[in-house]
């Protein structure tokens, strides 16, 4: 199996961490997961793509399509139109990390052909999160673009979490460079 520079080497970090990177999660699962959830969930994808186009304003629409609804990640995935080509997770001191791989092209299938879009991966992005909570958001593109969440709302994260934060804000528009991403993330989680 073919990997992304940055998936290989998260994988190694982790590994040396002692926590193992979950297995790849392909666009074509998250779709069937978001299925399977809109049938055992209170909330559907197209009872939220239903609310926001009755939605008249935008403050309606917003409300409509962002309040607190019980939705899965995966249901969150389809309805954002965030389905990734695979993504891989791992838990790791508190902390949830979600690695995801997009390809500017939508296949309804992702596995089978997967050794051949390693080449066409256009953008990658970590999410971090604790207890629940996000933490930031890295962005990689050509350069790497970190969303910090904690400051929103800082009672909910402990100072620990703040005092990491320079790790990842290391490469904060830099230019993306995979070893300098990775280490900057499992810098963050020592």
Same mark, same amino acid.
Request: hydrophobic letters at 40%.
């Given at each position: 199996?073919?990997?992304?520079?940055? =998936?290989?080497?998260?994988?190694?970090?982790?590994?040396?961490?002692?926590?193992?990177?979950?297995?790849?999660?392909?666009?074509? =699962?998250?779709?069937?997961?978001?299925?399977?959830?809109?049938?055992?969930?209170?909330?559907?994808?197209?009872?939220?793509?239903?609310?926001?186009?009755?939605?008249?304003?935008?403050?309606?629409?917003?409300?409509?399509?962002?309040?607190?609804?019980?939705?899965?990640?995966?249901?969150?995935?389809? +309805?954002?139109?965030?389905?990734?080509?695979?993504?891989?997770?791992? +838990?790791?001191?508190?902390?949830?990390? @979600?690695?995801?791989?997009? @390809?500017?092209?939508?296949?309804?299938?992702?596995?089978?052909?997967?050794?051949?879009?390693?080449?066409?991966?256009?953008?990658?992005?970590?999410?971090?999160?604790?207890?629940?909570?996000?933490?930031?958001?890295?962005?990689?593109?050509?350069?790497?673009?970190?969303?910090?969440?904690?400051?929103?709302?800082?009672?909910?994260?402990?100072?620990?979490?703040?005092?990491?934060?320079?790790?990842?804000?290391? @490469?904060?528009?830099?230019?993306? @460079?995979?070893?300098?991403?990775? =280490?900057?993330?499992?810098?963050? +989680?020592?």
């Amino acid at each position: 199996m073919l990997k992304t520079k940055l =998936e290989s080497l998260l994988e190694t970090g982790f590994s040396e961490l002692g926590v193992e990177f979950g297995r790849r999660e392909y666009g074509e =699962e998250i779709e069937l997961g978001a299925t399977v959830d809109d049938t055992v969930r209170p909330v559907s994808v197209n009872n939220i793509k239903e609310r926001i186009s009755k939605a008249s304003t935008g403050e309606e629409r917003f409300i409509a399509g962002f309040s607190n609804y019980d939705l899965s990640e995966y249901q969150n995935a389809v +309805l954002r139109d965030a389905v990734p080509f695979f993504r891989r997770s791992v +838990l790791c001191n508190g902390f949830k990390i @979600v690695y995801n791989a997009v @390809v500017n092209k939508r296949y309804d299938v992702y596995e089978p052909i997967a050794d051949s879009l390693i080449p066409e991966v256009s953008l990658e992005v970590v999410e971090i999160s604790w207890k629940g909570n996000s933490v930031a958001d890295l962005h990689l593109g050509r350069e790497v673009e970190v969303m910090v969440y904690v400051s929103d709302n800082l009672a909910k994260y402990s100072s620990d979490v703040s005092a990491r934060l320079p790790f990842l804000m290391s @490469v904060d528009f830099h230019k993306y @460079v995979p070893e300098e991403v990775s =280490e900057a993330v499992i810098s963050f +989680l020592r």
